[in-house]
Each structure stands twice: as C-alpha cells, then as structure tokens.
Nanobody, 121 residues
Framework: QVQLMESGGGLVQPGGSLRLSCVAS????????WAWYRQAPGKERKLVAA???????NYLDSVKGRFTISRDNAKNTVYLQMNSLKPEDTAVYYC???????????????WGQGTQVTVSS
C-alpha cells in the first residue's frame, strides 16, 4: 500500500519561510510526476508546483520566484521550499504523486493528507 506523508507546515509570519516535505512509502518502482497543490477555505484546489521525472517544472504564477520544488529520487521525497510567504499563501497544501509500483503496473495517482500553512502576523 503506497502512502504519501507531508510534513513541515505551520504558522509563519509574512516574509518568512517554510519547507514542506512529502515522502512516498510502500512498494514503489518509480515516481514519474510530483506536484504540490493547495486549497484555501472556500476555494478550489490549485496546482502550486509540479516536477516531472524529466525535470520539467511548472509553477503557479503567484509563487514564481518565491517557491522551489525539488525531489530526491533515492528517498522518494519531494520538497517545496517556500520563501517570502504572504498571507494569501495560507492554505492546506497537498502532495500528489504519479507512480508505478512495478515496471509493468499502471501509472497511479496518490495524494497525501495535507498540511496546513498559515501566514499571519
């Protein structure tokens, strides 16, 4: 059973930084695509950052230059370094991974349980 577990959320003042981590555990052949999404109260879930196995990276326009997505393939882990945080970055952040459990298995989509990020003075 594959699971994704996020960590690193919390309360931070405007202008501060946080680093989110997400570890995929279980029987994993390879993670092909990692992404971070966020969902603020009363709003739709939005893609914040994504990174493919080929290192193609996309960012939400409002976080470009402030957030960085990176991955450690050996640890099946993805990170989201968030700098210069703003109150509008407040949301629950979710990790997403597209992976195969074996070479011939289907590509499946997994989600973490979410971690709260609150930016407030």
């Amino acid at each position: 059973q594959v699971q994704l577990m996020e960590s690193g959320g919390g309360l931070v003042q405007p202008g501060g930084s946080l680093r989110l981590s997400c570890v995929a555990s279980g029987h994993i052949f390879s993670v092909y695509h990692w992404a971070w999404y966020r969902q603020a109260p009363g709003k739709e879930r939005k893609l914040v950052a994504a990174r493919t196995n080929g290192d193609r990276i996309n960012y939400l326009d409002s976080v470009k230059g402030r957030f960085t997505i990176s991955r450690d393939n050996a640890k099946n882990t993805v990170y989201l370094q968030m700098n210069s945080l703003k109150p509008e970055d407040t949301a629950v952040y979710y990790c997403n991974a597209e992976l195969k459990e074996t070479l011939t298995a289907d590509l499946l989509d997994y989600w973490g349980q979410g971690t709260q990020v609150t930016v407030s003075s």
